[in-house]
Antibody
Framework: QVQLVQSGAEVKKPGSSVKVSCKASGGTLNKFAISWVRQAPGQGLEWIGGIVAIFGTTKYAQKFQGRVTITTDQFTSTADMELSSLTSEDTAVYFC?????????????WGQGTLVTVSS | EIVLTQSPDTLSLSPGERATLSCRASQSVSSSYLAWYQQKPGQAPRLLIYGASSRATGIPDRFSGSGSGTDFTLTITRLEPEDFAVYYCQQYGSSPRTFGQGTKVEIK
């Protein structure tokens, strides 16, 4: 079974950007849709957006439209999420999660999470 | 956007008891495209139920899901010590995908 392994914790200044990576270990991203979900400290889950890897098509939550970019690299089986214009409200654990097939639906596999801290 | 409201916020029960968690949608969830997840502190969520009532691989049969339209339920028939956690519902029938705010099942 493919495992999703994320990049390490980040500390960023307000106004800057962060890129978080998610590597599919033991398989290829071509069979999946990858989403990014975040969780602020002590809060619930929030879907940011996703990509159907084989087509490269993306969907973003309107809240993040214009500020987030999700891409995949099929050669390295890696999905990246870049979030710009960071504020303290973006401090959260960011998870990548996969949906089987070519639709962003329920999430049957999750990465371990990446803590992004935004602080001056 | 479909808003999911879970109730109660916290459920205080003893091991062996039955847990009933509710998830209500602000509009009908098409084709019962609703999932449930369990999350323990410091861990990623784990898929329990998809399609409102189908158990994910490896999920014990004490977990069951039901419902359609706007009202969905997750039932845990006999709570085991490892079941005390936070549970989220999520709809994937329309975009954006949305989650409920979570129900914490705690030991009484």
């Amino acid at each position: 079974q493919v495992q999703l392994v994320q990049s390490g914790a980040e500390v960023k200044k307000p106004g800057s950007s962060v890129k978080v990576s998610c590597k599919a270990s033991g398989g290829t991203l071509n069979k999946f849709a990858i989403s990014w979900v975040r969780q602020a400290p002590g809060q619930g889950l929030e879907w940011i957006g996703g990509i159907v890897a084989i087509f490269g098509t993306t969907k973003y939550a309107q809240k993040f439209q214009g500020r987030v970019t999700i891409t995949t690299d099929q050669f390295t089986s890696t999905a990246d999420m870049e979030l710009s214009s960071l504020t303290s409200e973006d401090t959260a654990v960011y998870f990548c999660a996969s949906s089987s097939g070519y639709v962003i639906e329920y999430f049957n596999q999750w990465g371990q999470g990446t803590l992004v801290t935004v602080s001056s | 956007e479909i808003v999911l409201t879970q109730s109660p916020d916290t459920l205080s029960l003893s091991p062996g008891e039955r847990a009933t968690l509710s998830c209500r949608a602000s509009q009908s969830v098409s084709s019962s495209y609703l999932a449930w997840y369990q999350q323990k502190p410091g861990q990623a969520p784990r898929l329990l139920i998809y399609g409102a009532s189908s158990r994910a691989t490896g999920i014990p049969d004490r977990f069951s899901g039901s419902g359609s339209g706007t009202d969905f339920t997750l039932t845990i028939t006999r709570l085991e010590p490892e079941d005390f956690a936070v549970y989220y519902c999520q709809q994937y029938g329309s975009s954006p995908r949305t989650f409920g705010q979570g129900t914490k099942v705690e030991i009484k």
